[in-house]
């Protein structure tokens, strides 16, 4: 089989292949966010509870007034593709929180900074499996240097760039048309160059929208590791489980520094998987027949804190896939960084390392992302087959660990003869201070353990 790194048809990244990048699908936009999957899933996981026949109208209208139309590029289609989450497909999304001071909300939790500057500060690969059993998140690091190919705005073409950085893409877009639509539609052309993915619909949010949604949600614990002092955010955590609320757990995810580790945005990003993934459990914790005030609240806000695109801009589309989800296991939210090494001309950015395509070959060959022995050792048919699911069980008893290791079946995580952590999604090694994962090759980070930091490093009794 051919390898995607000799596919032509791609950016050079890191040396694998030297064509120039090539015009790619790139498509149309729509709205805010920094953090955002955390929103972007949540809002569609969340509304399963709350959409009923007297509110139908409401959403739909919330929807529509934040609606953004697909920019057609050179060879894509000319009509929008509309998700339909009946139809037993994997379901591929752009996440993208966009920096921006525009506004006061923003303003007060961003920080300094011109209004106009519209950044890219989170990007993020969302898959829902076609049987709507796992949920693959993978995020792109803004410092990331790629080639980035040719796209199309409403006011021109923004030609092909070589060695730049990843969040640059949003902006220069942004600064060419001048809208969401071009920001968002040349970012999901670049990722589809990239990866080999077909996206077809992103989702955008703000720092005012993650906060919004939070405090709808009536705050998220989150586990501190260690004690936490930024004086940028004004941020002071003990370390500890904290209830956070909306503005302190936004500033927490976004923060550099304080936090006993190196600051780096990479670092940053693995805060911001853990931080979506407790949101989406405490929102499908939610009892639809005690709590379905709040839930209808929560996905309103959602809603209108969110730009999505127009083929996902639908409340029948949005409702149908939220109850296709309503049942999914938190065990099967799969979330990783793509793996990274340094730059050789300039050790403060990344570029993607060579085994980066392995993850983006698993989410093209709709798999979990996980290296189980469950999945690695199917034959080729089974593993692209949609119904080829994890279960609970999976993802800790056919992790791969040797008669002399053992699984952990409450933190997930395989413990070897030398008392060294193993995280059985990543293949990462795990922190046990802080529960980090970084990858034992780089030392990049790859993520956080979330049920071994709830469970062991705030002593919290994990659900999973």
């Not at 119904?387 to 791969?400: G, L, Q, Y």
């Not at 201070?433 to 980070?445: A, F």
Request: aromatic letters at 4%; a negative charge; glycine letters at 8%.
């Amino acid at each position: 089989m051919t390898s995607h790194r000799s596919n032509k048809k791609l950016p050079n990244l890191n040396g694998w292949n030297q064509p120039k990048p090539r015009h790619s699908l790139g498509y149309r936009a729509r709205h805010q966010v920094r953090s955002v999957v955390t929103g972007a899933v949540a809002a569609v996981l969340v509304f399963a509870g709350s959409a009923a026949a007297a509110t139908w109208y409401d959403f739909s209208h919330t929807i529509d007034v934040n609606k953004i139309s697909i920019i057609p590029q050179k060879s894509g289609s000319k009509e929008d593709t509309v998700v339909d989450p009946n139809a037993g497909q994997v379901i591929n999304i752009l996440v993208l929180g966009q920096d921006t001071r525009s506004g006061d909300a923003n303003k007060a939790l961003g920080g300094p900074g011109e209004a106009e500057n519209h950044q890219s500060d989170t990007a993020m690969v969302l898959q829902i499996s076609a049987d709507r059993s796992y949920i693959n998140l993978v995020s792109i690091p803004r410092d990331s240097i790629v080639n980035a190919p040719s796209c199309q705005t409403t006011k021109g073409t923004v030609p092909a760039r070589y060695n730049v950085m990843f969040n640059s893409i949003f902006a220069t877009a942004y600064a060419k048309g001048g809208d969401l639509a071009s920001a968002g539609s040349c970012t999901m052309a670049a990722v589809n160059s990239l990866t080999g993915l077909d996206i077809k619909n992103f989702v955008i949010a703000d720092f005012a929208g993650m906060r919004d949604m939070i405090d709808a949600l009536g705050g998220v614990d989150l586990c501190i590791p260690v004690a936490t002092k930024d004086e940028t955010t004004g941020i002071d955590l003990q370390p500890g489980l904290q209830h956070l609320d909306g503005t302190t757990a936004t500033e927490y995810a976004r923060m550099r520094h304080g936090t006993g580790t190196d600051g780096s945005d990479i670092m940053r990003t693995t805060r911001q998987q853990y931080l979506v993934k407790e949101i989406i459990k405490e929102a499908l914790s939610k009892n639809l027949f005690t709590q379905s005030s709040q839930l209808y609240q929560l996905a309103k806000t959602a809603l209108s804190a969110l730009n999505i695109s127009s083929g996902l801009a639908s409340a029948s589309t949005l409702v149908g896939l939220a109850m296709s989800m309503k049942d999914l296991d938190p065990t099967h939210l799969y979330m990783q960084t793509i793996p990274v090494t340094s730059w050789s001309k300039d050790i403060n950015r990344v570029v993607w390392a060579s085994n980066a395509d392995e993850v983006w070959e698993k989410l093209r060959k709709e798999q979990p992302l996980t290296q189980t022995d469950s999945s690695a050792s199917s034959d080729e048919s089974s593993e692209s087959s949609p119904s080829s699911s994890p279960s609970a069980s999976d993802d800790t008893a056919s992790a791969s660990a040797s008669p002399s290791e053992t699984v952990d079946p409450t933190t997930g995580l395989i413990t070897k003869a030398d008392g060294t952590l193993v995280d059985p999604n990543t293949g990462g090694i795990v922190n046990k201070k802080n529960g980090t994962i970084t990858d034992p090759t780089t030392g990049q980070y790859l993520g956080i353990a979330d049920r071994y930091l709830n469970a062991t490093v705030c002593a919290v009794n994990a659900e999973e």
